[in-house]
């Protein structure tokens, strides 16, 4: 099971770091990824990570504003977001999946989401 969390408001430009916890022992072989959703739009990749940590691979547009990392003695995984905008606004997932993928589908178990919105 996966309990993403530490969504919110914020200004634009402003940081969160959203975090999500798993149960379970074989945390460490799951890539790990994070999607979100906004309010009429598909589910969008965000990030992924591999399971030792050591891959990471980001969509376009938050190259270079988000950071995924992982801890895999406290079994979590973190998405950091800097310089946020407005149009970052949108309900934010962890997933895992027994690969290193930007595809949703690929994707066995998925966290409930949490709600980031970013006001201009």
């Known amino acids: 099971q996966l309990q993403a969390s530490g969504g919110g408001l914020v200004q634009a430009g402003g940081s969160l770091r959203l975090s999500c916890a798993a149960s379970g022992r074989t945390f460490s072989s799951y890539g790990m990824g994070w999607f979100r959703q906004a309010p009429g739009k598909e589910r969008e990749f965000v990030a992924a990570i591999s399971g030792s940590g050591g891959t990471k691979t980001y969509a376009d547009s938050m190259k270079g504003r988000f950071t995924i990392s992982r801890d895999n003695a406290k079994n979590t995984v973190y998405l950091q977001m800097n310089s946020l905008k407005p149009e970052d606004t949108a309900v934010y997932y962890c997933?895992?999946?027994?690969?290193?993928?930007?595809?949703?589908?690929?994707?066995?178990?998925w966290g409930q989401g949490t709600q980031v919105t970013v006001s201009s």
């Open positions: 997933a895992a999946s027994g690969y290193l993928t930007r595809v949703r589908d690929m994707y066995d178990y």
